[in-house]
């Protein structure tokens, strides 16, 4: 801890404490400190207490210290010279109730002799704003400067409710989107004193096309399994049904946070590799499916976030992936909280570390939409900010006698009401980010889905625009590729 230089002692200086902002759950606040005495102050620490329950998030110029809970001791230090007269200030949020009541002053260790002040006026709302470049998946933004009496200090950028920059200039350049996808932009400024003022106007745009599938991710993407089943040649099937993508099951956890094919093959130098080579070689590509209903997976198995991030990097440069799908299943993934925030979180960070690639979350469904896990999973991917491309529901094993194309047909409205509600998305954005996944002939529990069905399903998927269709499996699909070469007719 620094001192204040002799002879300027702890009551030479004032230090108070405002509030600048609260809302429920959160405050923003604003430690300020100025020399009243007659001799330069060479450096300070500054302490409160904050109620039990509050938590300090970010601070702006500022050492913030201390653990627990608590943190009984937020500590603001200052290395620099303070004339007599002048002052400085540090912003800082948290959040918790009552966190802008703080207690407690101490400047030095020495009660503080200050007393907080009323909060000038925040900033002005910025101009709308405007796009400058917009490519497949980014968008350059500018927007006309706020007011502020004290002077601004920067802009937090927003894209729909999600913050995701704050800059000092006016303007950024969001990067890591969607190509053919509708974007929301809007930006507040924050002042000196850390107040944030309202938005501007709201900016809707759209990226531009590229990549594959033309303006939108859409992909027919049929299950192959290398493991089971006796796989046949991919590219055999590619040449007598016209697919070009397949989805590649299942990669699974070796040896702890290590990705394998069935937690056994490497990722080079197998079956695995060489079908991926031969499939490219006659014009289609592969998503590898991560997960699946048993096994031992990576999500349980990494431990934090980033380590699950790193194993499906492994995954993405063995490949030189597009897309990746993580299929979300049983109660080691998909019913636990944990899991799946870490997965989320994992998605994220290699969606922002590998600009263009899409990313594909796979789950169960009732006939009647996502069930609460499902639901779960949705709302924490909006919370998490973790820009999922495509929710692909898996509408079978509802019991033996459903009607397949009419529950199918239910379970996947009932997900686009989910994703327009958690994400205000048009029922347009919605199917947009929509998959579907069935299965051939029986399933598990004895439904049967005929290739008559399965045109049924596949001829309202087009109609509607969802973006993926798969099913369970090529393997199982014998002897003449039915259902593989419907698949193969679903356009978005």
Known sequence: MVGLAAPAQAADAQATYRKTQDWGGGFTGQWTVKNTGTTAIDGWTVSWDFPAGTSVTSAWDATVTGSGTRWTARNASYNGTLAPGASVSFGFNGTGSGGADATGCALNGAPCDGSGTPGDAPPSAPGTPTAGTVTDTAVTLRWTAATDDKGVRNY???????????????????????????????????????????????LTVTTTGGGDGGARFVQASPYLYLGWGDPPNATEVMRATGTKWFTMAFILARNGCTPAWDGQRPLTGGVDESTIRAIRAAGGDVVPSIGGWSGNKLGPNCSTPEALAGAYQKVIDAYGLKAIDVDIENTDEFENAAVQDRILTALKIVKRNNPGLRTILTFPTLVSGPNSWGDRLIERAHALDADIDNFTIMPFNFGGGADMYGSTVTATEGLKDKLVSVFGWSDAQAYAHIGISGMNGSSDTGEVTTPRIWTQIRDWANAHHISRLAFWSVNRDRPNWEFTTITAGFTG
């Open 156 to 202: 937090d950028v927003y894209r729909g409710s999600a913050k995701v920059a704050t800059v000092t200039a006016a303007g950024h350049t969001d990067t890591g989107l969607s190509p053919g996808t509708t974007y929301e932009y809007s930006v507040r400024a924050r002042d000196t004193a850390d107040q944030v003022g309202p938005a501007g106007g709201t």
